[in-house]
């Protein structure tokens, strides 16, 4: 049967059963040109679809020169018909054109119609349109339409069985003989009778781009001859097919607004490509159509070969028996099913019943891993791409730090040359925007030496490269540039501290200077205590991170000295007269300090313990070491202060404990204060605001009411006197506190509160033993609290060596608490 030209092969975007088709159609009617549904931009780079380091899935990305954040993709993989046509015609050496409406339009014409949102509309599957937004006409899905006609519930099976299993049986295949145009001159009838009955579909900017196509397809058949084919979306070809003229569709692309565009490859995911990514012409399982176009034959028994291989990997017992069940299992289900081969649906339920006993928690990784999948495609080094990406490409390789799109973690150790390198590099690329590394809790170590990231490329971040791409051609240029852009335009305090500490991770020495010139700036001018110590957590961070990493950190020393000095003298007056959320907010403030003190005070000393530091460096080390005394002399006046129109009660009591906690206020002098803040003459709200303060913020406080009967009996004692009217008031503050314990620290306050408390009484610990609570002993057994000295001494860093046979009664009450 001879070919009718022009060959129109429309297709279902990423369908296996449509690539195989195209490639059957082309070897028999072996065209002079092919033309590809895409931005004709992409004709100049087409070639290198051949090249050895091109790897699918990958993606045309487009973005218009002056904005590389307003781009688009036309993502590729290896079962696309558009890819097995561009694989076809370049190894027959037949010309290759792109047909569809240029990125230079498309870009143009996404930013005007959405100026709020300049990200790109993904590449839309003529044969499975995305939902509209919210107002526009419901968009027609071309599949489901002919499915409900064919007696089908669900489009995916019914493609699966008329399209994507053809020839995966016994018997010869569509792809022999004269038959191999025959689907598509039947899909193209199809979509002709949908898109008499429903029009457009609700697809009113396919107009556009079809009489674009039909212009070049009138130019290459001037060129070529007829003997022209056209791989599209199957909604185009009736478009494509229809009778108009060269002045009609030369109106419908007039005025169309424009922009300067670039195109490059760049690698793609199998997980971008799923539909649940929110990419419009996604597919529901990657993974799969990807097996069914390349396995070789037997595509079922490969399959349950490949779930068996996870499983086990995975540390599931999956035997030989297991996947020869799972195949007899999958092929009767099709049967009774009345499907051709058993299909997605029917693999799955086999491996549920046979390998995971009903399980759907190794399904759940089935369909991750396989289903879907994680394959990140490649492209050549020859490739057009930005300097930076150039550059990116080159420092991944010599670090050995491969991009994948699998999410994964990594454990640096910075004392190592190649860690350090690297942690630099995610860094910078974090500075610039590129988040492929998210910084994460270590599960190991947490020293200074070591770093967790989570690391996971995605195809969004080579816009996000070409985007930095202003801002310098290598990634140190470019992070230095930008830092000292955000360092000059920051308005507040905060912002550049954080940015002074990034820049320390990153090792950008160039920029420092700019930033260490604007924090001085904004620290001199700011006076709210407030925007400082939210500023000194991050900036002595940068101080302790410098030294870590070998990195010159005097002038950040004296610039954090400088802030302490300046909260130590404006805190107590900004403590005074705060209502219940500023006193919130200011607790969160005073705990940030103290860790930073306490931080900028070791540093200082272990800086004073080496090699002594020379000029104003020294001198700021010097006055450091007073600082740690001074910040505890300032927290003693706050918890001290009493009377409503002075510190709240929250931040008094917080004072108190973190005095508490530091060694610098005594049991008894905390139990004193406890004693006034519970007084009859203080409000119930502002004691129970007290108690907040001082036992609050999770099982530290628990544990400290646990050990200290005096505290939990002056707070059992007063909870006890508050009067009826004021206990709904307290109510909700108690309750606050008292729920962040954990439930065993619950327990045990409420076991020693049922046992009874001589409350408030001082001499508590020296009388009589109180009766012991179940579980609970009357009170310090020495010898039993020696029993466990030789093995806590070594998980505390003590001389583990020394013989704990004879510990003497006074180590021994030393060590037990």
Not at 229 to 238: E, F, L, M, Y
Not at 499 to 528: F, G, H, I, K, S
Not at 711 to 727: M, N, R, S, Y
Request: charged share 25%.
């Amino acid at each position: 049967m001879a070919a009718v030209w022009p060959l129109l092969l429309g297709v279902r975007h990423h369908g296996p059963g449509s690539a195989r088709a195209v490639r059957a159609a082309l070897d028999e009617c072996v065209p002079r040109v092919v033309l590809i549904e895409g931005p004709p931009e992409a004709d100049a780079i087409v070639h290198l679809a051949a090249e050895d380091g091109m790897r699918p899935p990958v993606a045309l990305l487009a973005h218009a020169a002056d904005d590389p954040g307003r781009a688009g993709f036309w993502p590729l993989a290896g079962f696309s018909p558009e890819w097995a046509a561009i694989q076809w015609a370049l190894a027959h050496d037949v010309p290759v054109r792109f047909i569809d409406l240029p990125a230079a339009n498309s870009l143009a014409m996404s930013a005007k119609e959405a100026p709020a949102d300049p990200s790109p509309p993904p590449s839309q599957s003529p044969s499975s349109p995305s939902p509209p937004p919210t107002g526009e006409r419901l968009r027609v899905d071309p599949l489901a339409v002919l499915a409900e006609t064919a007696g089908y519930d669900d489009p995916e099976r019914w493609w699966e069985d008329v399209v994507e299993h053809r020839g995966l049986g016994p018997g010869p295949g569509p792809e022999t003989g004269a038959r191999a145009t025959g689907p598509f001159v039947a899909v193209g009838e199809a979509m002709a009778a949908i898109r008499r009955e429903y029009g457009d579909g609700g697809h009113e900017e396919d107009a556009v781009r079809e009489a674009h196509m039909r212009l070049r397809l009138r130019e290459a058949r001037r060129e070529f001859g007829e003997e022209v084919a056209v791989v599209c979306g199957a909604w185009h070809v009736p478009a494509l097919a229809e009778r108009t003229t060269v002045t009609a569709d030369r109106k419908l692309l007039k005025g169309l607004p424009k922009v300067k565009a670039e195109i490059s490859w760049v690698p793609w995911t199998h997980r971008r490509l799923a539909r649940h990514s929110g990419y419009g012409a996604g597919i529901a399982s990657p993974g799969w159509y990807s097996h069914l176009f390349h396995a070789p034959d037997r595509p079922l028994e490969r399959w349950m070969t490949k779930v068996a291989g996870l499983l086990r990997d995975e540390d599931f017992a999956v035997s030989s028996a297991h996947v020869i069940e799972a195949v007899r299992l999958a092929e009767t289900l099709a049967a009774v099913r009345g499907r051709p081969l058993a299909g997605l649906a029917e693999t799955t339920d086999a491996v549920r019943a046979a390998m995971c006993e009903g399980s759907e928690v190794p399904i759940a990784l089935v369909q991750d891993r396989l289903v879907v999948g994680d394959v990140l495609g490649e492209v050549p080094e020859s490739a057009p791409a930005v300097p930076l990406q150039r550059d990116l490409i080159r420092t991944q390789r010599s670090l050995r730090l491969k991009p994948e799109a699998l999410d994964r973690e990594l454990e640096l150790d910075l004392r190592k040359e190649m860690d350090a390198g690297r942690s630099r590099l995610l860094h910078r690329l974090r500075l610039l925007g590129v988040d492929w590394g998210t910084p994460a809790v270590s599960r190991g170590s947490t020293g200074t030496f070591r770093e967790t990231w989570r690391l996971c490329w995605e195809p969004e971040l080579s816009v996000r490269v070409a985007e930095a791409g202003v801002w310098g051609t290598t990634v140190l240029s470019a992070a230095t540039a930008k830092a000292e852009t955000e360092a000059r335009s920051a308005t507040g305090l905060a912002e550049v501290t954080e940015l002074a500490e990034r820049c320390l991770l990153a090792a950008l020495p160039a920029a420092l200077p700019v930033v260490m010139r604007a924090l001085a700036d904004r620290a001199a001018l700011d006076t709210d205590v407030g925007h400082l110590a939210q500023a000194l957590p991050a900036l002595v961070r940068s101080v302790r991170y410098g030294d870590v990493r070998g990195t010159d950190i005097v002038a950040l020393g004296e610039v954090a000295v400088g802030l302490a000095e300046r909260i130590l003298v404006g805190l107590p007056p900004a403590c005074v007269g705060l209502d219940a959320d500023g006193a919130a907010e200011m607790r969160g403030h005073m705990e940030a300090v103290h860790q930073a003190i306490g931080l900028l005070s070791e540093t200082a000393g272990a800086g004073a313990a080496g090699t002594t530091s020379a000029g104003a460096g020294a001198g700021a080390r010097g006055d450091d070491s007073g600082l740690r005394a001074r910040w505890a002399a300032v927290l003693r006046g706050l918890a001290g202060r009493d009377g409503t129109p002075a510190t709240p009660g929250l931040i008094r009591g917080r004072a108190a404990r973190l005095l508490l906690d530091d060694g610098r206020l005594a049991e008894d002098e905390a139990a004193l204060l406890m004693g006034l803040a519970l007084s009859p003459g203080t409000q119930p709200a502002e004691a129970a605001s007290w108690i907040e303060g001082f036992v609050g913020g999770g099982a530290g406080g628990g544990m400290l009411l646990v050990h200290d009967e005096r505290l939990l009996g002056l707070v059992d004692g007063w909870l006890t006197v508050v009067p009826p009217e004021a206990f709904t008031d307290v109510l909700p503050l108690l309750r606050r506190t008292f729920s962040a314990y954990d439930t065993g620290v619950r327990r045990t306050l409420g076991e020693l509160v049922r046992r009874g408390l001589a409350a408030g009484d001082p001499h508590a610990r020296g009388g009589p033993a109180a009766p012991a609570a179940p579980g609970f002993g009357p009170g310090l057994d020495p010898d039993r609290a020696a029993a466990v000295v030789p093995t806590v001494r070594p998980l505390l860093g003590l001389d583990s060596d020394t013989t704990h046979s004879d510990t003497t009664e006074n180590e021994t009450t030393e060590a037990a608490p």
